[in-house]
């Protein structure tokens, strides 16, 4: 039996996912850790994916520590853009022969095109755009809530507090969803107020259920906001379709609120949903592929 094995992970800010595969790149185990955005602990970092991986092989007889084997990784981690951040990583003492460090974006995009050259636009809490040409790749977005991420799910909630304030203010008309984000705070201002000035951009996030919700009955301020974030989401794949050459690949839309906004922008057919299937750390288990292939 090989001694050589190819990990993948993807990790985020909430969670990290891994893939073990043998020396054919076929899967043996996938496992979950916790959070491991290297901006906001390095050494946290380790033990979720360590953590992760450990899940993986759980029941395969073969341990991560075991000399006998050779592991290679390849990593899309969250926060490797501060350069402190990456070199610690890097440097910190790890039991893989190879290891390749990207964001998380770069695997993801990797793995919604089956390894090859593409472009995506995630639509979360935030929101990023990337594509993948050759050796090159393109990021757009993902600056940060609240000066960037228009269209995601903290952007979403952020929009609809701002509105909800100017109907309590008197300043424009109700609405049914206004009424209920109001009434989410059991239409205690001070309450309201307060909330609004101490969350952060998962706080805000928990709202956009609210705003899709609104979508149901044509709710007019939740059909604005998201002709607003439509906007927002073509001019991002617009940008991003100018690096591919192939002009049959589509920009496949990821996260949690593509698909309530896909059906708002179908017109454009250089868009897609991308299939849920095909996961991030698959993607590091292509960018892998794509280091032993050179």
């Known amino acids: 039996m090989s001694k050589d094995f190819y990990v993948g992970v993807d990790g985020g800010g909430t969670k990290t996912k891994a893939v073990v595969t043998d020396c054919n790149f076929v899967p043996i185990g996938e496992g979950v850790g916790g959070s491991s955005n290297i901006r906001l602990s390095v050494e946290k970092s380790w033990n979720s994916i360590n953590n992760a991986i450990d899940s993986a092989l759980s029941g395969t007889g073969i341990s991560l520590n075991d000399n ?66 050759g050796d090159k790749s393109f990021r757009i977005g993902g600056w940060g809530f609240p000066h960037a991420d228009t269209a995601g799910g903290a952007w979403l909630g952020m929009e609809v507090v701002r509105l909800t304030f100017s109907w309590i203010d008197g300043c424009i008309a109700g609405s049914k969803l206004l009424e209920n984000i109001y009434n989410h705070f059991d239409n205690n201002l001070t309450e309201f107020i307060a909330w609004a000035n101490s ?31 439509v906007k927002e989401i073509k001019l991002m794949a617009n940008a991003l379709m100018k690096n591919i050459e192939n002009k049959e690949s589509k920009c496949l839309l990821l996260g949690g609120i593509s698909p309530f906004l896909f059906p708002y922008m179908q017109d454009e057919k250089f868009l897609a949903l991308g299939d849920k299937t095909k996961t991030a750390d698959q993607g590091a288990i292509y960018m892998l592929k794509r280091h032993f292939n050179k």
């Not at 952060?200 to 996030?205: G, I, N, V, Y």
Request: aromatic share 8%; proline share 2%.
């Open 199 to 229: 969350s952060k951009s998962t706080d805000f996030a928990t709202l956009a259920p609210m705003v899709i919700q609104g979508l149901k009955t044509d709710d007019k301020y939740a059909l604005i906001l998201v002709d607003k974030a």
């Open 68 to 133: 006998e084997y050779n592991f290679h990784a390849g990593m899309g981690l969250a926060g490797i853009s501060i350069e402190k951040a990456k070199h610690d990583f890097l440097n910190t003492k790890h039991p893989f022969k190879t290891l390749l460090l990207e964001t998380d974006a770069y695997v993801a995009c990797l793995g919604a095109h089956d390894g090859s050259d593409g472009s995506i636009i995630s639509i979360g809490t935030g929101v990023i755009g990337y594509s993948i040409k």
